[in-house]
T-cell receptor
Framework: NAGVTQTPKFRILKIGQSMTLQCTQD?????MYWYRQDPGMGLKLIYY???????DKGEVPNGYNVSRSTTEDFPLRLELAAPSQTSVYFC?????????FGPGTRLTVT | DAKTTQPNSMESNEEEPVHLPCNHS???????IHWYRQLPSQGPEYVIH???SNVNNRMASLAIAEDRKSSTLILHRATLRDAAVYYC???????????FGKGTKLSVKP
């Protein structure tokens, strides 16, 4: 199993640009999550999904959108990128009490 | 959600035991105590979890106080690879969210 994979690993955006962060898991987990982590801080939940077609906001959803058309994929969309969205983004999936995180996408908005 | 208190940082020598404390005095009766760690430039990874009694696995041991208001993660012989930020997270298993604090940054000296 590859676990949770994320692409790209790094990205630099200009203010106002848009992009999609990709996340895929091959463990058939229903629950998937997007977190962001600012320097020296813990992770904050952006959005999560309890299954295909069902998503909900987390703690810091503003400026982001998600969709979940399949069990495997949970892309995160940034519209009109802002410098405040400079962060490391982690995708995760879970089953019962086991959580699995991807390697992260480091995003810089300038 | 239960609030946790962990030391900001700790140091250890290689091959010595490390005891990482966590206070979670407002933990609910059904929350498990989870520990995750985050190696540099990686996503968090599961370490161990428990409810009431002490737990062991190949990575670590978890000692839980009788009143469940605190716990200690024990690494029996620290290696350089154990240098990471360790997060203590009370979690009810409702799949809603893992709430990450700032954790304890463990440094391991050769």
């Amino acid at each position: 199993n590859a676990g949770v994979t994320q692409t790209p690993k790094f990205r630099i955006l200009k203010i106002g640009q848009s992009m999609t962060l990709q996340c895929t898991q091959d463990m058939n987990h229903n629950y998937m999550y997007w977190y962001r982590q600012d320097p020296g801080m813990g992770l904050k939940l952006i959005y999560y999904s309890v299954g295909a077609g069902i998503t909900d906001k987390g703690e810091v959803p503003n400026g982001y959108n998600v969709s979940r058309s399949t069990t495997e994929d949970f892309p995160l969309r940034l519209e009109l990128a802002a410098p405040s969205q400079t962060s490391v983004y982690f995708c995760a999936s879970s089953y019962s009490r086991g959580w699995y995180f991807g390697p992260g996408t480091r995003l810089t908005v300038t | 959600d239960a609030k946790t208190t962990q030391p900001n940082s700790m140091e250890s020598n290689e091959e010595e035991p490390v005891h990482l404390p966590c206070n979670h005095s407002t933990i609910s009766g059904t929350d498990y105590i989870h520990w995750y760690r985050q190696l540099p430039s990686q996503g968090p990874e599961y370490v161990i979890h428990g409810l009431t009694s002490n737990v062991n696995n190949r990575m670590a041991s978890l000692a839980i106080a009788e009143d469940r208001k605190s716990s200690t993660l024990i690494l029996h012989r620290a290696t350089l690879r154990d240098a990471a930020v360790y997060y203590c997270i009370p979690y009810g298993g409702s799949q809603g969210n893992l709430i990450f604090g700032k954790g304890t940054k463990l440094s391991v000296k050769p």
